[in-house]
């Protein structure tokens, strides 16, 4: 934060729209599938056509009921629909079918890493996740004075499930760790695909101050952020904000009680967050029970059931790692936090590896770092689970050196194969004891300054030495010459 | 006349027959096909349109075409639906795929839905042939089909009056013997009170009895259809084809239907207990005439061998107030989709200056709505969003949903003392035209003794009980408790074998 002056609290509670991943929308047949042409996705119940009425869609329903039990939500024997009215064009039935009084799930939690301290867990409350349908999606141009907008009503419709957090969250970077902890809970489960590009994950910042002036808390008006498109973005904006909200308070003095809440969108390009054209009056949806919808029942027997299916959730198969694997909890955590699919991966090379910890440190730094580089995912990386554990074993019994399995590492990569027909190809052979013996006896006799630097307590000098080694001989390895070099030295 | 002359004459006087029934026999006795009697409806509609005016639609190739395919389909010898070749008519308040259905809205003037509701696809599975879409209060909001907007209807026996609403053409159409039956609409009385005013029988279902998709909404919650008929019979046939579960409205009842016609037509009611709903027929808004109405059907079913007993309904007169609550904030959600967007009246000219002030696209919803919605749709909007509004809706809507419970408790108590209930439809037969249009709460007056069964969601029924010292049609109402529909087409069937009100028919 870079506030001089008065200390200060940030407070920021996110409310997240995530898309639930079924394949018909929450009220009629139309498929949820994106990308489709305009308005080809549609029918009379989503197009609000006089006398079509809504149906529910119980997947929706089932997918809310794991996803609240995924955030340690209470789920309520009974919830209802209710009509949430405003006028848009997007908006075909001139109201939205959500959840008023009795959402799906409330007062749950997620537990989330201390960015200031790792070690550490954050409480992070969520007040309640309901359901509701998505509106249709406007298209704008307004160039050279023109009001041409087109509407495309294939997303009308689709389910979202609107998560609620207690105003909890005190910098962006716990705002990132609860969204990542909540995307990775969400795309677990398989409740939604949580694609923030495709609008399947939505992030609403509310985000204000407290100042701490002499004592005295002073709190600024709360902002909404909208329209930010990744979680980089959402730090950048609550960032940004943070600044521009202090900024304001010393400019104005306006302070919560002077301002409504206001609405601000994020500019990506210029970095900065900007007062959206709306009006700021507080709107009233005039909230009311639909009327064409009946109560939902949830006998505790469903939620007993969909609770015995969720399975191994995320917390808990972070302690199975580090009690099965010998891992500590920043690396369980990094695994983790990359989703199933390299959980999975991560699990066959730590067993075949039989080394948890170099399973873990290899995956971090070399897998993960090269699928960044490549744009490609664990599913797509050239070195399937098996081979790299194949590797890492010859690594752990000493047949390999880190460096040259870096080398096999580099060549899987680019032509694939196996570990065998790597080394083969590389020309790794081990080198015979006596060979390597002559090979540092020779360097020691062409370095007489290393040999009176080592004895002179610099031992560390002997590394160029290792070099000049490997130079010499691409096969020797490191950890060997470095224990010759040593033998031969103290024995001089 | 004697029956067997219909097909001597040309067009054939069709509106002689009582019965839908009697239709069903002349065809399946080959003694008339159901093309000449559609021929027969559709002149009987051409003679008395010009001064009733009870359709917005007439389609007669339509009609005639359907009605040659049920004649090619008796004649090859398949089984036949139980309306085959009956010509009815429908409110246009019923979406149908091949007519317009405009709820006599100039909002909806032009649209044409791409489907069929599902009341209309069991019309058309029963072979029965849809001869138009009848005029109606605008969305239904009205008690004299004079808020439409095509137009006023007249009442067959006395052309200077209402015929009643909201399903005004419905009930005038079949007492002005174009159609055996039609179906209406019943959110607050729309097909009892007309079917009172025009000396014909009407039935409310049981809310979720029959299926209200491709209805279009006025108050949800409140909402149902039924049939009108000359006779009990004849509505007991109607219902039998389109009540029953339907997936497409949640609100539909997933309940067996009984069979709702073998067991009708007899006269003995000895074990029931009617329940007379004395409160009502001591107010002091009530015309003697109907009370004199209801007073005759008391002796006429204690001859039957009917037990009758005083019952009470004492949040009665929260009625109207609750109603005038609850269905203006279910209608102002309802309506809100016609913003001229993506269908209906769009204004085409928009005031620059409201563009101005407004930005275009809410001056074009204003104006849209301005052109397209009348008078009484505008008010009713209007009080529903007040009501509903942050700060009224504990005061307004929430108190009418407190009532409401109250309400269905005074029934449930009185239904334990009495298997139905009887009492009048209307406060008056029908009064005249323009009578009440500047005073909209004498209007809401009309629905006294109808909203109860709908805030309550029970079934209730209108008969033809006489007629008044100016030869309008009186009517008496009977009410049940949920589901029994059967109950009441029984006992009314009852009442028809002993009476011949029903049977009476305006002169042309």
């Given amino acids: 934060m870079s506030i001089d002056g008065y200390p200060t609290t940030t407070i920021i509670g996110l409310e997240v729209h995530v898309q639930l991943k079924t394949k018909t929308k929450l009220f009629c047949g139309c498929s949820t599938q994106f990308g489709a042409p305009p308005n080809t996705q549609v029918c009379a119940v989503c197009l609000g056509l006089p006398g079509a009425l809504p149906v529910i869609n119980d997947q929706a329903i089932e997918l809310a009921i794991r996803a609240g039990l995924a955030l340690d939500c209470s789920i309520p024997p009974m919830t209802k629909w209710d009509r949430k009215q405003y006028f848009y064009p997007d908006l075909p039935k001139g109201y939205q079918i959500s959840q008023f009084d009795l959402p799906i799930c409330a007062d749950g939690f997620i537990e989330i890493a201390d960015p200031a301290d790792p070690d550490q867990q954050r409480h992070i409350g969520i007040i309640r996740a309901h359901l509701e349908e998505d509106a249709g999606k406007s298209m704008h141009d307004e160039a050279a004075g023109r009001s041409d907008s087109k509407i495309d009503l294939n997303r009308c419709g689709t389910p979202l499930l609107e998560i609620v957090s207690q105003p909890d969250l005190r910098s962006s970077g716990e705002a990132k760790a609860y969204l990542s902890e909540l995307k990775l809970r969400m795309t677990h489960l398989d409740v939604s695909d949580c694609e923030m590009q495709e609008g399947s994950l939505r992030v609403d910042a509310n985000v204000n101050l407290h100042i701490d002036v002499e004592g005295k808390k002073v709190a600024t008006p709360i902002v909404e952020i909208k329209n930010m498109n990744s979680f980089r973005a959402v730090e950048r904006a609550i960032d940004y904000e943070i600044d521009r909200q202090y900024d304001e308070w010393e400019e104005t003095g306006h ?35 639909d009327p064409d919808l009946l109560p939902i029942r949830l006998p505790v027997e469903r939620i007993d ?80 689970s098996v081979t790299l554990g194949n590797l890492l074993k010859q690594v752990s019994s000493g047949t390999l050196d880190n460096t040259r399995a870096r080398d096999v590492f580099t060549h899987l990569l680019e032509n694939g194969g196996t570990v065998d027909t790597a080394i083969e190809a590389l020309g790794i052979v081990a080198v015979d004891g006596n060979e390597l013996e002559t090979l540092c006896q020779e360097l020691l006799e062409a370095n007489p300054k290393t040999v009176e630097d080592y004895h002179g307590g610099k031992k560390q000098a002997i590394g160029a030495l290792i070099g000049q080694a490997r130079k010499k001989n691409a096969n020797a390895n490191p950890q060997q010459v470095r224990e010759t070099l040593i033998r031969l030295i103290e024995s001089m | 006349m004697p029956r067997d002359s219909i097909l001597h004459e040309f067009p054939p006087t069709f509106a002689m027959l009582d019965s839908a029934q009697e239709i069903l026999r002349l065809q399946s006795a080959g003694e008339a096909t159901a093309v000449e009697i559609v021929e027969s409806a559709l002149a009987s509609i051409e003679a008395s349109e010009p001064s009733i005016n009870a359709f917005t639609h007439i389609d007669r190739e339509v009609a005639l075409q359907a009605a040659k395919r049920v004649d090619d389909k008796r004649r090859s010898g398949q089984s036949m639906g139980a309306l085959a070749g009956v010509p009815v008519a429908v409110k246009d308040v019923l979406c149908t795929k091949d007519m317009p259905t405009t709820c006599s809205s100039e909002m909806l003037r032009q649209f044409r839905p791409p489907y069929d509701a599902t009341v209309i696809e069991r019309l058309r599975l029963a072979d029965a042939i849809i001869v138009g879409k009848t005029n109606m209060d605008e969305f239904a909001m009205g008690a004299s089909t004079e808020t439409s907007a095509f137009g006023i209807t007249r009442n067959p026996w006395d052309t200077t009056r209402t015929p009643g609403g909201s399903s005004g053409g419905a009930a005038a159409c079949v007492a002005a013997g174009n159609v055996p039956l039609s179906l209406g609409s019943d959110t607050g009385g729309s097909i009892r009170q007309p079917s009172g005013f025009c000396g014909v029988t009407g039935l409310k279902p049981t809310y979720g009895r029959v299926s209200r998709f491709g209805l279009v909404a006025f108050a949800s919650s409140l909402d149902q259809v039924g049939p009108i008929g000359w006779s009990v019979t004849d509505v007991a046939l109607m219902l039998q084809v389109i009540a029953g579960y339907e997936p497409r409205d949640s609100t539909s009842l997933n309940q067996d239907v009984p069979d709702y016609v073998s067991s009708l037509q007899t006269a003995d009611l000895r074990g029931l207990r009617i329940g007379v709903l004395r409160d009502a027929l001591d107010s002091e808004g009530i015309d003697d005439d109907v009370r004199k109405a209801v007073t005759e059907a008391m002796r006429v079913f204690e001859d039957a061998g009917a037990e009758l007993v005083d019952v009470g309904l004492p949040h009665s007169e929260y009625w109207v107030p609750t109603y005038y609550v609850i269905a203006p904030c279910e209608a102002s959600s309802n309506l809100s989709r016609y913003d001229g967007a993506h269908y209906g009246h769009r204004s085409t000219e928009v005031d620059p200056a409201i563009a101005q002030e407004l930005g275009p696209l809410v001056a074009t919803y204003c104006q849209s709505r301005g052109e397209g919605f009348g008078a009484e749709v505008k008010r009713r909007i209007m009080v529903g969003t007040y009501a509903l509004s942050e700060g009224y809706a504990d005061q307004y809507y929430n108190q009418a949903l407190k009532a409401r419970r109250l309400i269905k408790g005074d029934y449930d108590a009185a239904f334990s003392q009495a298997d139905l209930l009887l009492g009048p439809v209307s406060p008056t037969p029908a009064f005249r035209l323009g009578e009440k249009t500047d005073d909209p709460i004498q209007m809401y007056l009309c629905d006294l003794f109808t909203v109860g069964a709908n805030l309550a969601g029970i079934p209730a029924i209108s008969l033809p009980a006489g007629h008044s010292a100016d030869g309008l049609p009186l009517g008496i109402q009977l009410q049940a408790p949920v589901l029994e529909e059967a109950r009441l087409l029984f006992v009314g069937s009852a009442y028809q074998a002993s009476t011949d009100h029903h049977r009476q028919r305006p002169q042309a």
Wanted: charged share 35%; glycine share 4%; hydrophobic share 30%.
């Fill in chain 1, 255 to 289: 302070t919560i009680s002077d301002v409504p809440k206001r609405t601000f969108g994020w500019d990506d390009s210029k970095e900065q967050t900007f007062k959206q054209r709306e009006k700021e009056e507080s709107a009233d949806y005039r909230y009311f029970p």
């Fill in chain 1, 305 to 384: 059931r969909a609770r015995a299916n969720l399975g191994e959730l995320p917390a808990q198969i972070r302690t199975r790692l580090q009690e099965q694997y010998d891992i500590k909890p920043y690396d369980a955590n990094v695994i983790v936090n990359e989703g199933r699919t390299l959980i999975e991966y991560y699990e066959v090379v730590a067993s075949t590896s039989g080394d948890g910890r170099r399973s873990s440190s290899w995956i971090q730094q070399d897998v993960l770092r090269t699928m960044n580089e490549r744009q490609c995912s664990i599913d797509e990386f050239p070195i399937d």
